[in-house]
């Protein structure tokens, strides 16, 4: 619409606007038994929340931290241009992340429900169903992105120097996403049903300690 950098940010408002509409019409239309009321402060409760929260907060910390190490690194290796590369694959990631996290955020509270019940057949059920469909969408955004991978950069960048480094790159770089529909699955099952401290450990190691390390070892 050639709007600019305003354009964006009507954009971005826009978005959560309307993300949030849909979600208080649950509260405007009073159906189910979910209601907004008083609450009363409890500091047992929050520790439980903050607990199981810890695993979902490194998950969201994994984007701009492995930003912060790749442009690190690039700057002193390729330059701008490397900067400039990791910025389109990161985009690719981050969407791609988006689709395998809502199939496992989307299990959370079958895996809850079965949990609270101590139903294992129900419990197994969902994980291998979840596991089963994240690696195939992570299979099928693989090859949509090796396959298409030059008309894919272009949508970001259409620079031709940037676009056959990217394109270059992106097979590989896409590969991860393999590995990260099955840890994405793990981390949510473990928090789902009280394993807090597994689910801290794969979501800590993945997203911040295994990965700066990998950039910067194989970087050297």
């Known amino acids: 619409m050639k709007m600019g950098i305003m354009g964006a940010a009507v954009a971005s408002g826009l978005g959560q606007l309307l993300s949030f509409m849909i979600l ?3 509260f405007i239309r009073k159906r189910g038994d979910l209601r907004i009321c008083r609450y009363k402060c409890s500091f047992t409760l929050a520790k439980k929340i903050c607990n199981r929260g810890v695993p979902e907060c490194f998950t969201q910390l994994n984007t701009p931290v492995t ?3 790749y442009n690190w690194v690039l700057a002193g290796t390729l330059g701008d241009m ?3 590369t990791f910025s ?5 990631y981050s969407l791609a992340n988006a689709i395998l996290s809502g199939v496992a955020q989307g299990l959370q509270p079958l895996w809850g429900q079965a949990f ?3 139903d294992k057949g129900e419990l197994k059920s969902d994980f291998l169903a979840g596991m089963k469909i994240n690696l195939l969408v992570s299979v099928i955004i693989y090859v949509i992105l090796v396959v298409f991978r030059i008309p894919v950069v272009r949508l970001f960048n259409s620079e031709a120097e940037l676009v056959e480094m990217a394109s270059g790159a992106l097979p590989v770089f896409a ?4 590995f990260m529909a099955v ?3 793990f981390t949510a099952y473990f928090y789902s049903t009280k394993q807090t401290w597994k689910s801290n450990i794969i979501a800590v190691s993945r997203g911040i300690i295994v990965k700066a390390a990998a950039i910067f070892l194989v970087s050297m």
């Open 175 to 178: 590969l991860s996403f393999l």
């Open 24 to 26: 208080i019409s649950h």
């Open 116 to 118: 609270g019940k101590n």
């Open 88 to 92: 389109v694959l990161s985009f690719i």
């Open 67 to 69: 930003a912060f190490c």
């Open 183 to 185: 840890n994405l699955i």
């Open 82 to 84: 490397g900067v400039a």
